[in-house]
């Protein structure tokens, strides 16, 4: 079994920074992408930001230049620095990996439970 748990979510005034982690833990192998994802009220879940085991990197168009995704391979760890916050990046943030069990097995997708991001004009 694989958990995701997130952190660093909270209420912030618009232009201000928040830092998101996601440490995944349990039967582990290997981890591909990692991902952040987020979903305000009434609306689809929609991708943020990408990385993989490499650190190759994939950002939503709204969030270039503002948001930096990173990960610790090692900790099986990744990260969302999010500046110059806006008040429309209210949401609810996940996390997502694609995990990996045994050599043999295929990358499954697994999700965190989710943290609240709430950013006040």
């Known amino acids: 079994q694989v958990q995701l748990a997130e952190s660093g979510g909270g209420l912030m005034q618009a232009g201000g920074s928040l830092r998101l982690s996601c440490a995944a833990s349990?039967?582990?192998?290997?981890?591909?992408?990692m991902g952040w994802y987020r979903q305000a009220p009434g609306k689809q879940r929609e991708l943020v930001a990408l990385?993989?085991?490499?650190?190759?990197?994939n950002y939503a168009d709204y969030v270039k230049g503002r948001f930096t995704i990173s990960r610790d391979n090692a900790k099986n760890t990744v990260y969302l620095q999010m500046n110059s916050l806006k008040p429309e990046d209210t949401s609810v943030y996940y996390c997502?990996?694609?995990?990996?069990?045994?050599?043999?097995?295929?990358?499954?997708?697994?999700w965190g439970q989710g943290t609240q991001v709430t950013v006040s004009s």
């Open positions: 990385i993989t085991s490499g650190g190759t990197t």
């Open positions: 349990g039967s582990i192998f290997s981890i591909n992408v």
């Open positions: 997502n990996a694609a995990v990996t069990i045994s050599m043999n097995d295929r990358p499954r997708d697994y």
